[in-house]
């Protein structure tokens, strides 16, 4: 008789867990908030394309002609604008990802207050925003490679690996800072401050080969060590890809993917009263 | 047992509150000194544990039209938000069967950029519509919402009436089992709060769907429910037939001995230009009364005090009926309307006679107000202060005649009527 979904609203208790089914249940609203941000950032700007493009290019310009030309570190046997872009482009998905997504909470506080669906949604759909950008990057990754007459290798296979990686990485800090900054608001100052500092940390203007080999596994704590490495690697087919390194690194990724949902979906049940 | 939908038992929310603490009565320079670095460094506060719900059980059935009232800060919008999962319960549970959607405010996730028709798919994925259902559902939203001709327009140029009005649309076409509407109805025209009304009984009469609906605007209540839940400091004060919670409502802590004295608690009733110290109703030799017979006049008192010179200071009053209708606003500005209408500092007795045979026999609801004579500023505004009882004495021939049941009306005029045979 009753084909009606019964739901029973009372207290939770203990650790969340995730309920798939409902994420794929709300995966229109997914879709259209990815949608959302994305129509507003190019509907607002007559160069919203320009952008995008410009946010890993001018960098890679900068660092190409001060780290490349003046310092000349080494970039793999690749020319070096093509080594630092294809670092900046991934590093960009990554840094803008968990930026934008650590705020995703907060900027949206009145859906969260108002209406109810599962909150994952809202740091994945930046996550999703994101990922176009890094499509249209793409566009001039390719134009860089036809000028520098570098045919990609059989490497090129794997590349949706790495950026499945860098995503799965991506989602998992993202959640962490999501749901902190709904309580902690610093860490939305602290973002641009800790983006930085991470740059630095990771393989983005320098090639891990630069560490030397007694740090190199503290390094690869490092979770976006990995996806970066793994990424130009694949792309340009230079350079050796160590193992080791990628386990380390890809390791930590998983586990923060995992603890994140938990601690997400534990406190997911206050933001609506925090928020 | 089947049609039950939602079934609460003792559901409660509490939130803990934090207080700084003010102390503010130092003696001596050292204790001042003294406690300066707590207020610096230490938790000077204490946190109170406030329960906006408290042990809430009911049962509504498919097909239901429930109405929520209460006082602001009863508990209403904190109910719909757990019945609606936005917020968890501190304790207690609540069983529902069906889908539920909730309009608790209009627009929700509307983008000033964005326009109509892509705020439509917005707001109903946001509401839980597939883009499917929406589709299909598009035309008829935008029908409703009459603004077909600015579909294609971003939202944010549209007027405050047409973006309710859409937002509205967009809640009404989806189809949950259960829908709960919190207040939203107060933004928007007459003829638009009445096509809502329209089409929520519509969906739960034809389409055996249940409404919850919370709102301060009792005639909507009334028409729309047919149960209600009285929530007083986030209990539940009254259950059951929609008229007599409505009564319940209005005799809950309203002055019923005929005067007030503004002055008994210590605060100011009004602001810096002027205050209320006492209202009261007395009849035609001075006596104070709660109750009237039809017959007779009732004169309402007001005592205020101006406390800035030169203000343009008006008193006036507003009648409910216990059904919540306006019944009428008098102010004194009837007296000459030509003078300079401003007034000296100083305490002032305005006393309005209500004339015999006027009012028809209900409970009525006085609000008082103290404003400027355009009433653009309001400096006091109360809205249930006293209540009279108006009586209509079965043998009263003058305004009766033979009539032996309840004369309908808000007014009861003697009225002077000439009949003449003319064939």
Not at chain 1, 87 to 97: D, P, V
Not at chain 2, 118 to 128: K, P, R, T, Y
Not at chain 2, 320 to 339: N, Q
């Amino acid at each position: 008789m009753t084909n009606n979904p019964q739901t029973i609203i009372r207290p939770s208790i203990g650790l969340a867990y995730l309920d798939l089914r409902e994420i794929w249940r709300y995966r229109d609203l997914l879709f259209m908030l990815a949608a959302r941000e994305i129509q507003l950032r190019y509907k607002q700007t007559a160069f919203g394309v320009v952008w995008a493009v410009l946010q890993p290019l001018l960098p890679a310009a900068i660092f190409a002609v001060i780290f490349g030309l003046f310092a000349k570190l080494p970039s793999n046997g690749s020319p070096y604008l093509l080594f630092v872009f294809t670092g900046t482009m991934i590093w960009n998905l990554f840094s803008q990802a968990i930026t934008r997504a650590g705020n995703s909470l907060v900027g949206n506080a009145n859906l969260i207050s108002k209406v109810y669906f599962p909150r994952i949604i809202v740091p994945l759909s930046s996550v999703g925003a994101v990922l176009f950008d890094f499509l249209i990057t793409g566009l001039i990754l390719v134009a860089l490679m036809i000028v520098y007459r570098m045919p990609p290798g059989l490497n090129i296979l794997l590349f949706p690996a790495f950026l499945l990686l860098a995503l799965v990485t991506a989602i998992g800090i993202s959640l962490w800072l999501s749901a902190l900054n709904v309580k902690y608001r610093d860490f939305m100052y602290a973002m641009p401050f800790l983006v930085q500092v991470w740059l630095y940390a990771t393989p983005v203007v320098y090639a891990s080969s630069l560490i030397p080999q007694k740090y190199r596994w503290i390094y690869s704590i490092n979770p976006a060590v990995g996806f970066v490495e793994g990424f130009r690697w694949s792309v340009l087919g230079r350079g050796t890809l160590s193992a080791s390194m990628l386990f380390v690194s890809a390791g930590v990724a998983a586990v923060t993917l995992v603890t994140g949902l938990i601690y997400f979906r534990t406190t997911e049940r206050k933001f609506a009263d925090v928020i | 047992m089947d049609d039950v939908v939602i079934r609460a038992e003792k559901l409660s929310k509490a939130y803990d509150i934090r207080h700084s603490v003010q102390v503010n009565r130092y003696s001596t320079i050292q204790e001042t000194l003294l406690s300066l670095p707590k207020k610096l460094f230490g938790k000077h506060q204490t946190t109170e544990r406030f329960w906006a719900l408290k042990e809430v059980s009911f049962e509504v059935r498919r097909g239901d039209r429930v109405g929520i009232i209460g006082r602001n800060g009863a508990g209403k919008s904190t109910l719909l938000k757990l019945l609606t999962k936005i917020t968890e319960p501190t304790s207690g549970q609540a069983i529902i069967n069906g889908r539920v959607a909730s309009l608790l405010e209009v627009g929700t996730g509307f983008h000033p950029e964005l326009t109509g028709r892509e705020n439509i798919f917005m707001n109903g994925a946001i509401l839980g519509m597939s883009r499917a259902e929406i589709r299909k559902k598009f035309d008829e939203i935008v029908a409703f919402a009459e603004v077909e001709k600015f579909i294609d327009t971003p939202v944010k140029r549209y007027s405050s009436g047409m973006y309710v009005r859409l937002a509205f649309a967009v809640a009404a076409h989806l189809e949950p089992e259960i829908l709960l509407v919190d207040e939203v109805l107060a933004v928007g025209d007459a003829h638009f709060q009445k096509k809502c009304l329209g089409k929520m009984e519509d969906v739960s009469k034809n389409e055996e769907r249940t409404v919850l609906f919370v709102s301060h605007n009792m005639p909507m209540i009334s028409s729309l429910c047919e149960t209600c839940i009285l929530l007083h400091e986030g209990r539940i004060l009254r259950m059951g037939a929609t008229s007599e919670v409505i009564q319940a409502y209005y005799s809950k802590g309203i002055a019923s001995d005929g005067s007030v004295d503004f002055t008994k608690d210590g605060r100011a009733h009004g602001d810096e230009t002027a205050r209320i110290l006492h209202a009261r109703m007395t009849n035609e030799e001075g006596g104070i009364v709660t109750e009237s017979l039809i017959n007779r006049s009732v004169i309402i008192e007001m005592e205020y005090e101006i406390t800035l010179s030169e203000a343009k200071v008006s008193p006036n009053f507003l009648f409910y009926t216990s059904e919540g209708v306006c019944a009428f606003m008098s102010s004194d500005v009837s007296i000459d309307p030509k003078s300079d209408l401003k007034k000296e500092k100083g305490i002032y007795r305005a006393k309005c006679i209500l004339p015999a045979n006027f009012l028809n026999q209900d409970t009525y609801y006085i609000g008082l107000a103290l404003t400027t004579p355009m009433t653009q500023k309001v400096h006091f505004y109360e809205k249930e202060v006293l209540q009279l009882n108006v009586v209509d004495p079965l043998d009263n021939v003058e305004t009766r005649g033979q009539i032996p049941v309840r004369i309908p009306g808000v007014v009861r005029p003697l009225l002077r009527w000439e009949c003449e045979k003319i064939s």
